[in-house]
């Protein structure tokens, strides 16, 4: 139990750590052109993809959320967590939920953890989520994760979606602290359309459609998109997201320093700082490594960006999120001064012998 006059005037979240973890397997574009009828070409020029990362059969979810995890506690080392929140819609399992067993793996048994589940908005929406359990007093520090194996949902038949995405897992740490300092988030706009649910699916394994009873149709145990409508929708939503913030926060468009949108297709990401009149190089991507990883797209956009320099302390930074449901939203931070904890000598993440629990 929390209590929360403990946290009384320190209630903003605050970005104190960030990790990020691939796993080891490389599939490039000409990879997949001996599997399927495509070309390192189209993908290339189509969605700025060169390359992506796939969990090795028998890993899961957790396995990269825990790798993941585990770097961002190791860049915020003062930082007491009492609450895990994962973002994924590739849990490990249907139950248990994912949390708990990275919360357990992580040695921080006993806390509260939970799922968030909003597709490729769920790094923005599980944010959020992590934000309002700051605020409210309930959680006083927070490892959020956001990490799937979006291999696993992927219709080899379609090679539209099956060429764009890539697993990958990134997390932060937030915790309690003053709207005025650096690293705090700040407003938050979220949104949903759920008229246009059937532009991005994934049918089977839920109540509807379970998995036990064999499936109408195959391939609605695979992912499926209507691409060229969600591209439109996607620019389109991230673009009224930073509009919506960045006014919440008293900056001009032309005052953004950085712009973290998920990473969906390179297109998208110019489309976007067109859309907002910003010279494009104030987008950060890292599409063409790791191509879109679902909810890990925005934090493993970071690390990069840290790493290379891209993001530094004091950048003004918009961060902004679109993906099936429909849903989308967005949020703005000043850079804080972070350290990434060194890479451990292995990127190979170790499987959990015993399952997820
Ligand atoms: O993360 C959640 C949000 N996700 C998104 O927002 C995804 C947004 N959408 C996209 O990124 C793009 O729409 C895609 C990359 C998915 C597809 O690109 P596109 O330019 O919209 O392609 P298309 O589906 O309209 O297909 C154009 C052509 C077609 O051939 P024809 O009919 O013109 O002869 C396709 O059959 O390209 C063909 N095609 C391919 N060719 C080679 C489709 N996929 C491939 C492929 N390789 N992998």
Redesign the pocket.
Known sequence: MTDTRANQGTRAAVLAGLGGFVPPRVVTNHD?AGR????DE??RT??GIRQRHYATPGSATSDLAVEAGRRALRSAPDVEVDTVVVATITPDQQLPHTAPGVAERLGLSGVAALDVSA??SGFVYGLATCAGLIAAGTSRAVLFVGADTFSTTLNPED???????GDGAGAVVLRAGSPDEPGALGAFDLGSDGGRWEL?TIRGGGSRQRLAVAPLDPADTYFA?D??A??R??ALRMADSARAVAKHAGWTLDEIDRVVA?Q??L??VQQVAYELGLPVERCLTNIDRVG?T?AA?IPLAMVDAVRDGGLRPGHRVLVLA???GLTWGGTTVHWPRLQLAPEPPTLTAPPNPGGTA
Do not use: E, P
Request: hydrophobic share 50%.
């Open positions: 997949l399927m009828d495509t070309s189209w993908i189509r969605t597709a490729c090679r539209t979606s099956a060429v764009i995405f991005a998109m691409g060229k969600m591209f929708q996607a998920h969906a297709n297109h998208i879109n679902v797209s679109f993906g099936g």
